[in-house]
């Protein structure tokens, strides 16, 4: 159900805004039925809606505080958090909302550390928010906060789990090189959106263009054909060209 609502979400939504709420109401209510590539969509339409990201980054982060219990929502607010953690901070109002209240950075800081005591921590979860929270290191100006994320990162540096264990080791020697750790952990840039990545269904294309696509694909068609007969003549050593005698 989940993966049907996303693909109609995708092809008939009247605009970005629209979709984002809708795959949010989606992630809140059923975050844990939620497949991998509808959650990675979902993350592509923000990443690649700059005038949308720090709404979505603020619901997000509402929807977060209400609720850990939701894996996709998790998996999603962490995420964007990590990437847009500033524009959280900054705050802000949106067209008929009520003004977004003040997130302070003790506040981020504080909703991970609940979600990694809690039994909702799976380790892709602990993977997401130990990521997001060193990406904040640099998004983040209270001393304070920096370091107890870099405590974070020093507990879980005898995780049972092998891969949290490598990127807790890491990510605490990156505290080591300031610079270094500015230019690694800056925003990523907006993954392009090609045709075969579409998990949600393909683009819908209107009639006009469809006949243009379709009349290109039958002259190409046509051009192999005769590119292949005329190969064929070559190797036989023939000419298509008919001889007259004389």
């Known amino acids: 159900m989940t993966t049907q609502i996303g693909i ?21 209510l059923a ?24 709404y979505a980054v603020q619901k997000l982060y509402s929807g977060l505080k209400a609720d850990i219990t ?23 109002s949106y067209e008929e909302e009520e003004l977004v209240k003040e997130v ?16 909702y921590a799976t380790q892709t979860v602990t993977e997401y928010i130990i990521t997001s929270a060193m990406k904040l290191t640099t998004r983040m100006s209270d001393p304070s906060q920096i370091e107890r994320i870099r405590r974070l990162m020093q507990s879980r540096t005898s995780d049972l789990s092998i891969e949290i264990q490598q990127r807790a080791v890491e990510y605490g020697n990156m505290f080591g090189y300031d610079s270094i750790r500015r230019g690694v952990l800056e925003r990523m840039p907006p993954p392009a959106i090609r045709e075969e990545q579409r998990v949600l269904g393909p683009a819908t294309t209107p009639a006009k263009d469809k006949r243009k696509t379709q009349l290109k694909d039958k002259t190409n068609r046509k051009l192999a054909k005769q590119s292949e007969s005329d190969m064929l003549l070559d190797l036989m050593g023939g000419s298509d060209i008919p001889t007259v005698d004389a």
């Open 70 to 92: 939701q894996e996709a929502l998790t998996l999603a607010g962490t995420w964007c958090i990590g990437e847009f953690g500033d524009q959280l901070l900054r705050g802000g």
């Open 104 to 119: 302070r950075e003790s506040d981020i800081v504080d909703l991970y550390a609940t979600i990694l005591e809690s039994t």
């Open 8 to 28: 109609a979400a995708d092809r008939y939504a009247p605009s970005k805004r629209w979709q984002i709420d809708t795959m949010l109401r989606v992630v809140k």
């Open 31 to 54: 975050g844990n039925y939620v497949k991998e590539q509808i959650l990675s969509d979902f993350i592509r339409i923000i990443a690649t809606s700059p005038d949308q990201q720090t």
